[in-house]
């Protein structure tokens, strides 16, 4: 098990930009494939973002496609998303969640992730 603290967050207005964080210890985070999901009010989580275990390859969902930016720093046992241009739509909580496993293709389904975040609200005015 790995253990997922999350930071950042907060409110911003449309057009700003925000960066959160997810730190994690325990087992070895360069074996696990992160992500971020999101859930609004009355919808169902989805993932926004996901990064392999060696940071090269990607997964984005549509709607946030070249606006958001996944990373990780398996030095620092660390995974970002940076979220630039932010919508009200892209109000939601925020996880960070990991899948254990090396696959060059990150997974974007939430069942497939074991471990996860304790969730940071981000709120966007217009």
């Known amino acids: 098990q790995v253990q997922l603290v999350q930071s950042g967050g907060g409110l911003v207005q449309a057009g700003g930009s925000l960066r959160l964080s997810c730190a994690a210890s325990?087992?070895?985070?360069?074996?696990?494939?992160m992500g971020w999901f999101r859930q609004a009010p009355g919808k169902e989580r989805e993932c926004v973002a996901a990064?392999?275990?060696?940071?090269?390859?990607?997964y984005y969902a549509d709607s946030v496609k070249g606006r958001f930016t996944i990373s990780r720093d398996n030095a620092k046992n660390t995974v970002y998303l940076q979220m630039n241009s932010l919508k009200p739509e892209d109000a939601a909580v925020y996880y960070c969640?990991?899948?254990?496993?090396?696959?060059?293709?990150?997974?974007?389904?939430?069942?497939?992730?074991?471990?996860w975040g304790q969730g940071t609200q981000v709120t966007v005015s217009s």
């Open positions: 969640a990991g899948d254990l496993g090396r696959r060059y293709y990150p997974r974007s389904g939430q069942y497939e992730y074991d471990n």
């Open positions: 325990g087992r070895d985070f360069s074996m696990y494939t």
């Open positions: 990064i392999n275990w060696r940071g090269d390859n990607t």
